[in-house]
């Protein structure tokens, strides 16, 4: 294995661990070393992910209850690397959503993420090393229409991930998030069934002109989780194929 990344001996948690991005990224700290715990609301998905892998395990985790979340960190009580990668969207026109289900959103995508890292961040802490990875989305730098509400909380994360930053860093804690633009994912394709002429004019405006595939975003959580990203963090990293250049 290339010097400096090696996660032997580190403990991995992914939430949504059971999804496209997520099982990439499972796969990839897996191939690393670590010892992976796939967290996902699909308990069967999350376990058929982990049957792949070596010395993984499957966790049941419904992210919108505070509840599981204490309980998941409590079982796992030496997480070195939390990858919140977990998500929910709906698209719709923000004039047409109804207030009422902002809140499951908020749970999932914010809510979640800030609980479960409550939750692991002060074993980091204490051990020394940590690394903290927020999946967030392109929607949250450059907007999207029909998702604001999804775009708003996920816009939480890199405000999150930032003050994490400057908080644990004298505890050898790095915090960053990787920002997903299009990918093709089971989730993208349930959003955008039906909507190929969207499809088509969104993939023209891409400057790379194709939805990214899953294992382009988790090379980048593998890298920040990996003793090369020792001196990265506080950084938002866009996976989009050039949406935004910034």
Known sequence: ?????????????????????????CRDLAAMGARVVVADVEE????????TLPDASAMRLDLNDPDAIATAAAREPSIDILVNNAGACVVEPFVGSDPSG???LYRVNLLAPMLLTRHVLPGMLERGWGRLVFVSSESARAGAGGETVYATYKAGLL???????????RGNVTSNAVCPGPIDTPM??????????????????????????????????????????????????????GITMV
């Open 44 to 51: 069967a998905g999350a376990a058929s992910v982990a049957r």
């Open 102 to 104: 902002w809140d499951a």
């Open 188 to 241: 993208s394709r349930r959003l955008m069934a039906d909507k190929e002429s969207m499809v088509d004019a969104f993939r023209r405006a891409i400057p790379l002109r194709r939805f990214g595939e899953p294992e382009e975003v988790a090379g980048i959580v593998a890298y920040l989780c990996s003793e090369r990203a020792a001196y990265v963090t506080g950084q938002t990293l866009s996976v989009s194929g």
């Open 159 to 169: 405000g999150l991930s930032r003050s994490l930053a400057r908080e644990a860093a």
């Open 1 to 25: 294995m290339l010097d400096g990344f090696s996660l032997q001996g580190r403990v991995a948690l992914i939430t949504g661990g059971a999804g496209g991005i997520g099982s990439a990224i």
